[in-house]
């Protein structure tokens, strides 16, 4: 297979340029890649046996990689001729573990079912199936995920913050508040893509006000006659309210959505119409 020029790689000593490489902090205090400018020397391995020590090869893994080669390896992943053979591509992708509450640790909840390397989950992107990784390590957090059904991939990193656990899922609030944003700017983006990679339609919606206390509006856009599936749905995708399921002219249309009676806090709008799918955030305040 071709390669996928990927700058990157798992000894520091081989990066072209070591003020590239980001050092990890936890707080304001470095933890690793601390080189202050200087390349470090190849080391000798001549008597190291594989396996004994990790830290060799540390932090983690130990691959340095920016986002823009993540997104070259997500790309990869998600095109089974491009990677790897379509054999060794199914059994990278194949479940080989999950979890049933005694047989390990899933990490908060992130971590129920993994293949070789990479594990699904419909947990950060609620109703949204997933399939990547996450990384922490020293300060720093790291995502990976792309969807196969929808042909998108979000990549995540950041590093020596203070986070908080998030509101839905075992991920930080960070990594929900970010992948919600992108995933809500995905339908804008691919807007601007060659219209031969994509539908050309593209409807938008916008939701106001968000957060709300009891009613949300929606306004959608239409530049032809679509069939509009509108609905809400709660943290562990189950479907509350039915907004709307008709067809509509092009035009502007105004839709309101009443939560009396429901508690405060995080729900999901999914919209459907033909072959566009948009989901966003939805905080309900009392």
């Known amino acids: 297979m071709p390669p996928l020029q990927m700058d990157a790689d798992f000894n520091v000593y081989k990066l072209p340029e070591i003020n590239d490489l980001a050092v990890l902090y936890r707080g304001t205090r470095p933890q690793f890649d601390n080189f202050r400018g200087i390349q470090p020397q190849e080391p000798d391995m001549s008597q190291y046996v594989p396996g004994s020590n990790g830290l060799k090869f540390a932090p983690q893994g130990g691959l340095r990689a920016s986002a823009e080669d993540l997104v070259k390896f997500l790309k990869a992943n998600m095109k089974q001729e ?159 309210l039915n907004i709307r399921d008709s067809i509509y002219a092009e035009g502007t249309h105004y839709f309101s959505c009443s939560f009396y009676g429901y508690p405060s806090g995080i729900y999901f709008y999914q919209i459907l119409m033909d072959d566009y799918k948009e989901t966003g955030k939805l905080l309900l305040v009392r």
Do not use: C
């Open 82 to 240: 491009t990677l790897m053979s379509p054999l060794a591509f199914d059994e990278m992708h194949t479940t080989v573990w999950s979890y049933n509450g005694t047989n390990g640790n899933n990490y908060n909840g992130i971590f129920k079912n993994f293949a070789h390397g990479n594990h699904v989950t419909t947990d950060l992107l609620p109703g949204e199936m997933l399939l990547g990784h996450s990384g922490e390590a020293y300060g720093l957090i790291a995502d990976a995920y792309f969807s196969y059904e929808n042909e998108y991939g979000i990549v995540f990193i950041t590093n020596g913050g203070n986070w908080n656990y998030g509101e839905y899922s075992g991920w930080y609030n960070l990594e929900e508040e970010v992948f919600q944003a992108a995933f809500q700017a995905i339908p804008r983006l691919f807007n601007q893509i060659s219209g031969s990679e994509i539908n050309d339609i593209t409807p938008l919606t916008q939701v106001y006000p968000n957060p709300f206390n009891e009613t949300v509006f929606f306004k959608v856009n239409l530049d032809d006659r679509y069939k509009i599936d509108l609905k809400i749905v709660d943290l562990n995708g189950a479907t509350i």
